[in-house]
C-alpha cells in the first residue's frame, strides 16, 4: 500500500526510501516484529482461555512431552496475522506474486485451522481428514502455480542453463513442491522451536535468492534464472522472518504456545510457492534438507512398518527418535538448526558454483 502511495504522489526525500526493496524488507520484518510481539501476550492468553486444555499430547510419544499439557496451540494465527498486515504495508501490491504467495499462506493458513479447529474441540489427534486436507492444499497449490508459473523448465543448480523441459507436467510438479513444502514443516514441528527457526533460516535464504532473480544483471552475472519483478517476494520472505521471530518469542522452550497446524502448514506452504515461484525448487531441497529429512523418515517408517511389522526409527518423525535415544529436548533443537544454517549455506553456495 505504501509503496503504491510513493509512486502515485511521487515521493522524495527520505520517503523515496519506500521504493526500494531493500529497505521495504527490512521495514516488512520490522514491522512483523513488532506487531508480532504486541498483539502476542494477548492472544495467547486468548487461545488459553478459549481452549481449556490446549492441543492433545500423545500418550505413546516421548514422556518429557506429557508436562505440556494444557498449552494452547492455533499460535500460528499470530504469525498470519502479523504477516499479513506487514505485506499489505509494504508490498507492491501489483505484482501477481505477492497474491499468490499470500493465498497460499492464507488458503494452508485456513486449512490448518481447520484442522487444529477439530483436534482441540473434540481434543482428539487426528483432525481433519487426510483426504479432504490433501485435497484443498492441491486445489490452492494448483491455483498459485497457475499464478507463478512463467515458464515449464525446471532448473539444476551449479549447472548453468541446464534445465528440464517438463511442459505441462510442470504445473503437477509445482503443486507437488508446495504441498509436499508445507507438509514437510508441518511434521517438524514436534518440539519447541524446533521447526520456527528452520523456516526462518529458510526465509531468509530465499529473501537472497528472489532478489538477485529478479534483477536482471546478477542472475545474468550467476547463471541463474531471472524472473521479472520476483524480486519483490524478497519482501515477503523478511516479513515472514519478522513473524517468525516474535513467534519464536513466546515458542521458545517452553513454549507458551505451538504454532498448531494452522503455522507450519502456512509456512511451509510460503516457502514452497516462493521457490516455485523464483525456479529454484531443487535448492529448497537443500536449504529446507531438515524438513525433508522429517518427512522422509515418516515415509520410511510407514513403508517398512506396513511390509515388515518393524520399525528402522525408535519413532517418527526422526526428533522424536533422537529423543528416544536420550538427547534433550533442547539438544536436538539446537543440533538441527545447526544443521539448517549449514544447509542454508550449501544452497547459498549452489548460486556460485557453476
Known amino acids: 500500500m505504501l509503496y503504491i502511495l510513493a509512486q502515485w504522489l511521487h515521493f522524495e526525500g527520505l520517503a523515496n526510501l519506500i521504493r526500494y526493496q531493500s529497505f521495504r524488507a527490512g521495514a516488512a520484518l520490522m514491522t512483523?516484529?513488532?506487531?508480532?510481539?504486541?498483539?502476542?501476550?494477548?492472544?495467547?492468553?486468548?487461545?488459553?482461555?478459549?481452549?481449556?486444555?490446549?492441543?492433545?499430547?500423545?500418550e505413546d510419544g516421548p514422556q518429557s512431552h506429557l508436562?505440556?499439557?494444557?498449552?494452547?496451540?492455533?499460535?500460528?494465527?499470530?504469525?498470519?496475522?502479523?504477516?499479513?498486515?506487514?505485506?499489505?504495508?509494504?508490498?507492491d501490491l501489483g505484482n501477481r506474486y505477492v497474491w499468490a504467495c499470500l493465498a497460499v499462506t492464507l488458503g494452508f493458513g485456513l486449512i490448518g485451522f481447520l484442522d487444529d479447529y477439530d483436534k482441540v474441540t473434540k481434543y482428539a489427534h487426528k483432525g481433519v481428514s487426510a483426504k479432504v486436507r490433501l485435497a484443498g492444499e492441491f486445489l490452492v497449490a494448483g491455483i498459485a502455480a497457475a499464478l507463478v508459473v512463467t515458464e515449464t523448465n525446471l532448473y539444476v543448480p551449479v549447472f548453468s542453463n541446464l534445465y528440464i523441459p517438463l511442459g505441462p507436467v510442470y504445473y503437477?510438479?509445482?503443486?507437488?513442491?508446495?504441498?509436499?513444502?508445507?507438509?514437510?514443516?508441518?511434521?517438524?514441528?514436534?518440539?519447541?522451536?524446533?521447526?520456527?527457526?528452520?523456516?526462518?533460516?529458510?526465509?531468509?535464504?530465499f529473501a537472497i535468492i528472489a532478489y538477485l532473480?529478479?534483477?536482471?544483471?546478477?542472475?545474468?552475472?550467476?547463471?541463474?534464472p531471472h524472473v521479472p519483478r520476483a524480486g519483490e517476494l524478497a519482501i515477503f520472505c523478511a516479513a515472514v522472518m519478522g513473524a517468525g521471530l516474535a513467534f519464536l518469542w513466546f515458542n521458545a522452550p517452553p513454549a507458551a504456545v505451538f504454532m498448531g497446524d494452522t503455522g507450519s502448514l502456512a509456512l511451509g506452504g510460503t516457502l514452497g510457492v516462493i521457490a516455485v515461484s523464483v525456479h529454484h525448487e531443487i535448492v529448497l531441497a537443500i536449504v529446507g534438507g531438515l524438513f525433508v529429512m522429517e518427512a522422509v523418515s515418516v515415509i520410511i517408517q510407514v513403508f517398512v512398518y506396513k511390509r515388515t511389522g518393524k520399525r528402522v526409527f525408535l519413532m517418527a518423525p526422526i526428533h522424536h527418535h533422537f529423543e528416544q535415544l536420550g538427547w534433550r529436548e533442547?539438544?536436538?533443537v539446537i543440533r538441527f538448526w545447526i544443521v539448517s544454517i549449514v544447509l542454508a549455506l550449501l544452497g547459498l553456495a549452489t548460486l556460485k558454483v557453476r
Request: proline share 4%; aromatic share 6%; no cysteine.
Open 172 to 205: 503437477v510438479f509445482a503443486a507437488f513442491v508446495i504441498v509436499g513444502a508445507g507438509n514437510a514443516v508441518n511434521l517438524t514441528d514436534g518440539l519447541d522451536g524446533l521447526a520456527i527457526m528452520p523456516v526462518i533460516i529458510a526465509s531468509g535464504t
Open 330 to 332: 533442547s539438544t536436538v
Open 32 to 58: 512483523a516484529l513488532v506487531i508480532g510481539l504486541i498483539i502476542g501476550p494477548r492472544f495467547i492468553n486468548m487461545l488459553r482461555m478459549r481452549q481449556g486444555k490446549g492441543q492433545p499430547i500423545r
Open 213 to 224: 532473480a529478479g534483477r536482471a544483471d546478477y542472475a545474468h552475472y550467476l547463471g541463474i
Open 67 to 91: 508436562s505440556k499439557r494444557g498449552t494452547p496451540t492455533m499460535g500460528g494465527l499470530m504469525i498470519v496475522i502479523a504477516l499479513a498486515i506487514a505485506l499489505l504495508l509494504w508490498m
